[in-house]
Each structure stands twice: as structure tokens, then as C-alpha cells.
């Protein structure tokens, strides 16, 4: 169905977002039985909508990740055949996903605006909470897309079901960072002045499955949201870089970052199978659990402590990654014979309790690093670059424990402290690339998507692609081409873009 048909169509029924997942009930009591839209339910139905998005289930991993991104980051092992770095629909899932969360937002923006002065003032928390999480989930799909609908998508209810005034005009890119940067930094101001009464904290908590209701989590969610977006525009005309991050950094009282895991924030799998339906069957149904050459490598040649929670050895022991250079026969020899080895069955495969991860103390570190070595703070540069290694290496292990598949393995403490120090910033010739590096290595398998655009926006992890002769995409293509479902519903609008949807254009701040 058309994403704005499926807009029609919530205006009507209004509360269906709550029957889908028995386990969502269970956890978060009985949401799909409230007879009343309340802002307080639809926060709920918000963060719920962009699990599609986040977490490692069977569509994300079919219908997303593997047709497409994972074969642009060379995440995964794969053969080399024509139409390879063809989207395969990968684009229809992310916008459809994107567009069901645009329309629980604006109902929730619906329902609060018809709250009394004293009730917004009351549940203001909820507000704030889903704005940032809305321009966390629009940032992501303009990192694909490029331009999208935004200021003027989903407002098919308050325009009282006309269809045509409905149809939301294309936002410039560029501009919605702007619009974002500049929301966020007001919802860090408000978060830091908020005063939540006892009744809405307890509401929040519940409905709240993302950070549980915890204030300070948000705090650190907003401001490392917007570390993550000044990195990525970092070498793009018309943002203070340089002047936010001095701001965010040097004042950590009212600018708190995610810096350690137990900051992170993501979907916890707090029962088996509540939102992680076909993980196993998602990797393996076609092979989408081989090894990545480039990663596997990488990791063993520098004796990387994540190794062995991030990848089963093949049959004799070994971490061997999937070239695709090789012949395709030579590929399914080497495939049949088990002399490729497979991500981590306790960590992903079997692991039905892996967490849906969202941004994470590792990430924040290395936009950290970055913005010292290039002298936008005063801060050590190598000192975050190891506490981002650190960090990461303890979650894979941790994410590794959440498993029942069999005994959760030990981190070598010794073996971290000396990759770390093997891998220092301080030693490396091309920091920026050292740094990408470990932002690959922290992404690639769980937050592919995110791994595309930083290697879009800076070039590192270099990699090698065969040409693809035979199709009219013979490379990775740099951006997804929007859905012909939207070309045809939205045409007037799509018209004025029409130019720039190829898959080789580059979005402003990708290199």
C-alpha cells in the first residue's frame, strides 16, 4: 500500500499501532486494549514503529541490510554477480518504516496541542522525547536519500483527509540538518530546566522502553545526537562546527554525552523473541552470515580482542573472510568445504536477546577523537580514540553474555590493553583513517547503514569493487534512489527533485 494510503488509512484507526506484538503487550502492559489516544501511548507507538528500523530482525536483515548496504560496506561476505550494487528494494523498506514513524508523530504533535496549558507543561517530557527521536530517525534516512519529505509529511489528518494538500513537498537536505541541529539544542536546554511531576515520571517510565523513563539518558541521547551530526557535516559550508562541539565538550554539566556503555542507547531484548523474530533464519536462510574479508582481516592481522565474539572460526579453527575478488566457483568451493567463517552464533545468530542498538558510548568517543585531531576542541585525542576500543569490545562481550546458545566468553583484559596499544592514534600516520577504521569494526554487523554513510562521508575504510558491466549501476551507488511508489503518488513534488535521483549523487557533506 502507498505510504500516504497508509496514512488515510491511521487517520481512521487510530490506535492499531498497538495490536502487533503479543510480546510489546506482555512487557509494556496492555496497550492494544486502551480505548483513548493519549500523547502518553503514542510515545510508545512512536518508539515501536522505529524498531523496524533498529533492530536485527529477519525483514531488517533480508529486506535491508543485505540486499544493499552491507555489500557497500563489504560487512558480510557475498559473490560477485550482475545487479549487485542494484538496491534490491532495500529503499522501499526504509521509507515505508520512516513514514509509519512520521505519522505517529504528528499524531502525538496532534494530541498535544489540544492539551491545556497546564497538561503540555505536565507532559512536556513526552514532547521532547519524541522530537529527538524523530530527528533521530530523519537523519538517518536523509543520510540515504538525500532530500525527503519532512516539514510537510503526514499531516493527511489535520488536513482533514484531502489527499491532494497532503502530498508534502520535498525538504532540501542541507536545511533539515540546519532544522534539526537547531531543535536539538533547544530540547537540551529545555531537558536541563525540566521539572517532571511524579504521576507523568511514572507514565514515562512505562511507556518509555528506550531509556525506561531515565531524564539524564535523554540528556546524553540529545547532545550525542548532535556530536553525531556535526561530525557528519564537518567538511560542509554553512554549520559551526568548531564552536557546537567546543560547546558540547567543554561543558559536560549541561551538555552530557554518552561516554560510557552504560549510557548507551538501544532496544533491550528483555524477553525472548519480543522483537527479534528470525534473527537466526535472517542470517543463514541465504547465506548472509559469511565473513567479510576486509573485516575478518583486519581484525586478525591486529589481533582485535572482539574477534572471537564477533565471528565462529571455520572448521579448521580459522578466521578466513569471503574475498570477493575470487571466482565465483572457487567462492562456493571454499563455502561448501566450511573454510569460511560465519558471524558469531552466540552473539547474532542464536542470540534472540541481541540488542537493537541506537547510538552508543563508542561511536560518541570517536566523533570525539576526530574533533581533536582536527582541532575543533581541546581534548585527547588518543585518550577517547582508546576509551572508544575499550568500550566497544566490552559491549560486543556484553551483547555476547545476553546469549543462552552456550557459555558466554571471558574478555581478555591483557589482550585489550595491548591491542590498544598497538593501535594507538598517536602512533597512526593517517588518523582520520585509523579512527574510521574502528568506527567500521564498531558498526559493520549491527548499525550497517551508519557504517555507509561515515565511509561515504570520509572514504575510509577504502575498499576495492569489481566493476559490474552487464547494469546500468556497475558501482556502490551513493545514495538510494527514492521508491516508484513515491514518483508516482507524489509527482508534482517529485518533479523538482527528479534531477538528483541517481544513484550517484552525492549528498552535501559525503566526500
Not at 504533535?109 to 522525547?129: G, N, P, R, V, W
Amino acid at each position: 500500500m502507498n505510504i500516504y494510503k497508509k496514512l488515510l488509512v491511521f487517520g481512521l484507526v487510530t490506535l492499531s499501532f498497538f495490536g502487533c506484538d503479543d510480546k510489546l503487550d506482555e512487557y509494556y502492559y496492555d496497550s492494544s486494549k486502551v480505548t483513548k489516544a493519549t500523547v502518553d501511548n503514542f510515545l510508545t507507538g512512536l518508539l515501536k514503529e522505529g524498531n523496524n528500523m533498529t533492530f536485527p530482525s529477519y525483514n531488517y536483515i533480508v529486506s535491508f541490510t543485505n540486499p544493499s548496504v552491507s555489500v557497500y560496506t563489504q560487512s558480510r561476505g557475498y559473490s560477485f554477480s550482475t545487479g549487485i550494487y542494484s538496491p534490491g528494494g532495500s529503499q522501499n523498506m526504509w521509507w515505508g518504516n520512516y513514514f509509519n514513524v512520521v505519522r505517529q508523530y504528528r499524531e502525538l504533535e496532534s494530541l498535544y496541542s489540544k492539551l491545556t496549558d497546564k497538561e503540555k507543561e505536565d507532559k512536556k517530557i513526552f514532547m521532547i522525547a519524541a522530537k529527538i527521536y524523530m530527528h533521530y530517525q530523519t537523519e538517518r534516512t536523509v543520510s540515504m536519500f538525500g532530500d525527503i519529505p519532512w516539514s510537510e509529511a503526514g499531516m493527511l489528518k489535520s488536513n482533514n483527509g484531502d489527499l491532494e494538500a497532503s502530498k508534502p513537498k520535498y525538504d532540501d537536505d542541507k536545511e533539515i540538518y540546519k532544522q534539526i541541529l537547531k531543535e536539538l539544542k533547544e530540547a537540551a536546554v529545555e531537558l536541563n530546566d525540566i521539572e517532571v511531576p511524579a504521576f507523568v515520571a511514572n507514565s514515562f517510565k512505562d511507556k518509555d522502553f528506550i531509556n525506561n523513563g531515565d531524564i539524564d539518558i535523554w540528556k546524553r541521547f540529545c547532545n550525542s545526537l548532535r556530536v553525531k551530526l556535526l561530525t557528519r557535516v564537518s567538511g560542509a559550508d554553512g554549520f559551526d562546527v568548531k564552536g557546537e562541539l567546543a560547546e558540547i565538550f567543554s561543558n559536560p554539566a549541561t551538555y552530557p554525552v554518552i561516554e560510557s556503555n552504560e549510557h548507551n542507547v538501544f532496544v533491550k531484548a528483555d524477553g525472548p523473541n519480543m522483537f527479534t523474530r528470525g534473527l537466526r533464519s535472517g542470517y543463514q536462510t541465504w547465506n548472509l552470515d559469511l565473513a567479510s574479508y576486509v573485516f575478518t582481516k583486519h581484525m586478525v592481522d591486529n589481533k582485535d580482542p572482539r574477534l572471537e565474539v564477533m565471528l565462529d572460526p571455520t572448521k579448521d579453527g580459522k578466521y578466513v573472510g569471503l574475498d570477493p575478488d575470487l571466482p565465483s566457483d572457487k567462492q562456493q568451493e571454499l563455502i561448501s568445504d566450511g573454510k569460511i567463517a560465519r558471524l558469531d552464533s552466540a552473539t547474532f545468530m542464536h542470540n534472540e536477546l541481541c540488542h537493537g542498538l541506537i547510538l552508543t558510548a563508542s561511536e560518541v568517543l570517536l566523533c570525539k577523537a576526530e574533533a581533536a585531531t582536527k582541532g575543533f576542541i581541546s581534548a585527547d585525542a588518543n585518550e577517547a580514540f582508546t576509551e572508544a576500543i575499550e568500550q566497544s569490545t566490552k559491549l560486543f562481550h556484553e551483547i555476547n553474555a545476553r546469549s543462552t546458545h552456550r557459555t558466554p566468553l571471558t574478555l581478555d583484559e591483557a589482550a585489550m590493553d595491548k591491542y590498544t596499544k598497538d593501535m594507538s592514534l598517536a602512533d597512526a600516520t593517517n588518523k582520520l583513517e585509523a579512527i574510521m577504521w574502528q568506527k567500521y569494526l564498531h558498526l559493520a554487523v549491527l548499525r550497517t547503514e551508519e557504517a555507509w554513510a561515515e565511509i561515504r562521508r570520509t572514504g575510509y575504510p577504502e575498499f576495492s569493487f569489481k566493476t559490474d558491466n552487464n547494469n546500468t549501476i556497475k558501482t556502490p551507488p551513493t545514495r538510494l534512489s527514492y521508491p516508484e511508489s513515491e514518483k508516482s503518488w507524489n509527482g508534482a513534488h517529485y518533479a523538482l527533485v527528479k534531477k538528483d535521483d541517481t544513484p550517484f549523487t552525492k549528498l552535501f557533506w559525503a566526500k
